[in-house]
């Protein structure tokens, strides 16, 4: 069946990187959008950007740029989301989410990824 | 841009209807996504394009968007009905996701 499988969790401190990954499978990895959805704790849904697995196209939220890269290896059906400078704020439950095409919206989630930022 | 506004709570009686509304200046010219999310879990599409379930939803659950404000309708409420529903748009370049409601059924 169709399954996102997404990393472990990550504690990192202020200032630094976490990479994320999401491991497709059940479907042909490069026929459908990977989005980057993030929830800190108690809060709500914090849409983050997205990538186009075939061309590798991305686009970020405005709030994001300059400090996410979306990226993806077809090779292993993959896809990554990487977020530096990391700060206490970015502390969240982060989840990747396929967008079905022709319906435009996220028909299949990731488990979800807890990263701590804390010093 | 959309500012998706969503009521922070809301209670309805186990067997009877629940309406959550999305408002958003002119979001009826947009398709309209809804989602559950039960505590420690993803979130579950419930209904896309406004109207649309996928496999698997019970017809209890539908959508319609017009105007100014999108809704969910859930039919006989049941306890298993008890989450957070969260609307979405996609404007062709950004995500938006309202801020999410808080269903209690009592």
């Known amino acids: 069946q169709v399954q996102l499988v997404q990393s472990g969790p990550e504690a990192k401190k202020p200032g630094a990187s976490v990479k994320v990954s999401c491991k497709t499978s059940g479907y042909t990895f490069t026929s459908f959008d990977i989005h980057w959805v993030r929830q800190a704790t108690g809060q709500g849904l914090e849409w983050m950007g997205w990538?186009?697995?075939?061309?590798?196209?991305?686009g970020y939220a405005q709030k994001f740029q300059g400090r996410v890269t979306m990226s993806r290896n077809p090779s292993i059906n993959t896809a990554y989301m990487d977020l530096n400078s990391l700060r206490s704020d970015d502390t969240a439950i982060y989840y990747c989410a396929r967008r079905y095409a022709s319906w435009y919206a996220f028909d299949i989630w990731g488990q979800g990824t807890v990263i701590t930022v804390s010093s | 841009s959309y500012d998706l506004t969503q009521p922070l709570s809301m209670s309805v009686a186990l067997g009877q209807t629940a309406i959550i509304t999305c408002e958003a200046n002119?979001?009826?010219?947009?398709?309209v996504h809804w989602y559950q999310q039960k505590p420690g879990q993803a979130p579950v599409l419930v209904i896309y394009?406004?109207?649309n379930r996928p496999s698997g939803i019970p017809e209890r659950f539908s959508g319609s968007n017009s105007g100014n404000t999108a809704t969910l309708t859930i039919g006989r409420a049941q306890a298993g009905d008890e989450a957070d529903y969260y609307c979405?748009?996609?404007?062709?370049?950004?995500?938006?996701f309202g801020g999410g409601t808080t269903l209690t059924v009592l």
């Open positions: 002119n979001i009826g010219s947009e398709s």
């Open positions: 979405h748009v996609w404007d062709g370049r950004t995500g938006f």
């Open positions: 990538m186009n697995p075939n061309t590798g196209y991305t």
């Open positions: 394009r406004d109207t």
